[in-house]
C-alpha cells in the first residue's frame, strides 16, 4: 500500500502562484511514477501532469504547459507541483497519484494507470 496525502492548496487571486506537495508512505517512492490530476465541480477529472520514477521524464496537459512545474525529491518521498499565473480556470480539487512503474522514464497520463490516491486538496482561483 501507498499512502498519499496532498497540502498547499488554498484561496488565491488569478495571476498568483501556490505549490502542492504530496507526501508519499508506505512503498519505495523511488520506484512509483507520479501523477496530479484534478477535478472541478461538475467536471470528470482531467489529468495535469505526471513525472517518471527518476524525475527526468515530465508530460502536462496543455493547458498548464509553461505554468505549471511538476517535480519530485525521492529522498523526501515528496512529488510537488509549482503552479504559477494561476487562472479561475485552475480552480479544482487537485490529487496525486501513485503507479508502480517497472521503467524508470514512463509517466503515465491516463487515470486508469494508476493505483493509489490521495484525498485531495483544494485551489481556488478568485478573479
Known amino acids: 500500500q501507498v499512502q498519499l496525502v496532498e497540502s498547499g492548496g488554498g484561496l488565491v487571486q488569478a495571476g498568483g502562484s501556490l505549490r502542492l506537495s504530496c507526501a508519499a508512505s508506505g512503498r519505495t517512492f523511488s520506484n512509483y511514477a507520479m501523477g496530479w490530476f484534478r477535478q472541478a465541480p461538475g467536471k470528470e477529472r482531467e489529468f495535469v501532469t505526471a513525472?517518471?520514477?527518476?524525475?527526468?521524464?515530465?508530460k502536462y496537459t496543455d493547458p498548464v504547459k509553461g505554468r505549471f512545474t511538476i517535480s519530485r525529491d525521492n529522498a523526501k518521498n515528496t512529488v510537488y507541483l509549482q503552479l504559477n499565473s494561476l487562472s479561475p480556470e485552475d480552480t479544482a480539487a487537485y490529487y496525486c497519484?501513485?503507479?508502480?512503474?517497472?521503467?524508470?522514464?514512463?509517466?503515465?497520463?491516463?487515470?486508469?494507470?494508476?493505483?493509489?490516491w490521495g484525498q485531495g486538496t483544494q485551489v481556488t482561483v478568485s478573479s
Open positions: 513525472i517518471s520514477r527518476n524525475g527526468i521524464s515530465t
Open positions: 497519484a501513485a503507479v508502480r512503474a517497472l521503467f524508470e522514464g514512463s509517466v503515465y497520463g491516463a487515470a486508469a494507470s494508476y493505483g493509489y
